[in-house]
């Protein structure tokens, strides 16, 4: 049984910043990429930034310079630091984790979600 579990989200005004977590626990053998990824109502889930094992990251444009991911491979554990929030940035955030798990198999893993609004 794995399990991701996220935390940080909240409600937050425009220029703020919030942090995201998220700690995966259960039979992993080898935590491959993990990442985070949003829906906003009515939009597909999109990418806003992984990061490899080696620490090698990626990032949306539109969060480019603003967001920034990171890794606590000991702790099999990844964060989302956000700064300069905007409204657009509203959406239910999810954390997900590509590893090598039960049976040497492959898994990809989303965590439940967390919502992070940006309002005044």
């Known amino acids: 049984q794995v399990q991701l579990v996220e935390s940080g989200g909240g409600l937050v005004q425009p220029g703020g910043s919030l942090r995201l977590s998220c700690a995966a626990s259960?039979?992993?053998?080898?935590?491959?990429?993990m990442g985070w990824y949003r829906q906003a109502p009515g939009k597909q889930r999109e990418l806003v930034a992984a990061i490899t094992s080696g620490g090698s990251t990626n990032y949306a444009d539109s969060v480019k310079g603003r967001f920034t991911i990171s890794r606590d491979n000991a702790e099999n554990r990844v964060s989302l630091q956000m700064n300069s929030l905007k409204p657009e940035d509203t959406a239910v955030y999810y954390c997900?984790?590509?590893?090598?798990?039960?049976?040497?198999?492959?898994?990809?893993?989303w965590g439940q979600g967390t919502q992070v609004t940006v309002s005044s």
């Open positions: 259960g039979s992993i053998f080898s935590l491959y990429a």
């Open positions: 997900n984790a590509d590893f090598r798990g039960l049976g040497s198999k492959r898994y990809d893993y």
